[in-house]
C-alpha cells in the first residue's frame, strides 16, 4: 500500500529565500507523485507532477521537485519565496494499486512567508 | 474552458438534518470525485462516480451517498449530520477513471458546519 509523509507540518521562510518542502513516499510499484497548493477556503491546485518522465519536474509558479528513487523522496523547491506562495501544500501519491483516482495524500505542510 | 463547479460555497446545518452538495466537472471530464477535508487535515476520498455508477468508495460511512447525472455533475449527500461532518467537501474530476497518473482538477468546495 502507499503511504506519503511530509516531514514538516509547518515551515516558515522570509520573502525572497528558498523554499523547500519534503516529501517521503512509499509505494510498490512505479509510483506517480503530485503536489497540490490550497489557498485558505480554496480548492487545490496542482503544481506539478512526475509520472516515470524526467526526474527532475518543473511546475507553474517557479516550483520544481526531484524525484529521487533510492531515497523514495519527492521534495519541493522555489529558489526564491514569495508573498503570494503562502498556502498549504499536499504532497500526494499514486500507482497502480490505487484503482482509478483514490490517491493518497499527505497530511499537508503549511509554508508561511515573513515580508 | 469552466473549472470545477461547487455549490453551495458555504452551508450550515443542524445535527440530524440531510444535506446535499453539487458539483459540476471540468468540461470534457465525466469521472467525478468527492473528498471530505477536515480542518488542518489533508483531503480523504469519500467516493467516485463514473458511468452514473459508485465506482470507488473510502471509509466512510453508509450515511454518504451520491449520485451522478447523465450531463457527469455529481451530488454528495450526507444524511443524519453529526458534528464530525463539519468539514470543507472536495470534488475533484478526471477525463476517465484508471488514470492513475492523471492529475484531479479541484473545485473551490462547499464549506459545511454543523451545529
Known amino acids: 500500500a502507499q503511504s506519503v509523509t511530509q516531514l514538516d507540518s509547518h515551515v516558515s521562510v522570509s520573502e525572497g529565500t528558498p523554499v523547500l518542502l519534503r516529501c517521503n513516499y512509499s509505494?510498490?510499484?512505479?509510483?506517480?507523485l503530485f503536489w497540490y497548493v490550497q489557498h485558505p477556503n480554496k480548492g487545490l491546485q496542482l503544481l506539478l507532477k512526475?509520472?516515470?518522465?524526467?526526474?527532475l519536474v518543473k511546475g507553474i509558479n517557479g516550483f520544481e521537485a526531484e524525484f529521487k528513487k533510492s531515497e523514495t523522496s519527492f521534495h519541493l523547491t522555489k529558489p526564491s519565496a514569495h508573498m503570494s506562495d503562502a498556502a498549504e501544500y499536499f504532497c500526494?501519491?499514486?500507482?497502480?494499486?490505487?484503482?482509478?483516482?483514490?490517491?493518497?495524500f499527505g497530511p499537508g505542510t503549511s509554508l508561511s512567508v515573513i515580508p | 474552458d469552466a473549472g470545477v463547479t461547487q455549490s453551495p460555497t458555504h452551508l450550515i446545518k443542524t445535527r440530524g438534518q440531510q444535506v446535499t452538495l453539487r458539483c459540476s466537472p471540468k468540461?470534457?471530464?465525466?469521472?467525478v470525485s468527492w473528498y471530505q477535508q477536515a480542518l488542518g487535515q489533508g483531503p480523504q476520498f469519500i467516493f467516485q462516480?463514473?458511468?452514473?455508477?459508485?465506482?470507488q468508495r473510502g471509509n466512510f460511512p453508509d450515511r454518504f451517498s451520491g449520485h451522478q447525472f447523465p450531463n457527469y455533475s455529481s451530488e454528495l449527500n450526507v444524511n443524519a449530520l453529526l458534528l464530525g461532518d463539519s468539514a470543507l467537501y472536495l470534488c475533484?474530476?478526471?477525463?476517465?477513471?484508471?488514470?492513475?497518473?492523471?492529475?484531479?482538477?479541484f473545485g473551490n468546495g462547499t464549506r459545511l458546519t454543523v451545529t
Open positions: 475533484a474530476s478526471t477525463p476517465k477513471p484508471g488514470s492513475y497518473n492523471s492529475p484531479l482538477h
Open positions: 509505494s510498490s510499484y512505479s509510483p506517480s
Open positions: 512526475y509520472t516515470s518522465a524526467a526526474t
Open positions: 500526494v501519491v499514486s500507482d497502480l494499486s490505487t484503482s482509478y483516482d483514490k490517491v493518497i
Open positions: 468540461s470534457g471530464h465525466d469521472t
Open positions: 462516480y463514473y458511468e452514473e455508477e459508485e465506482r
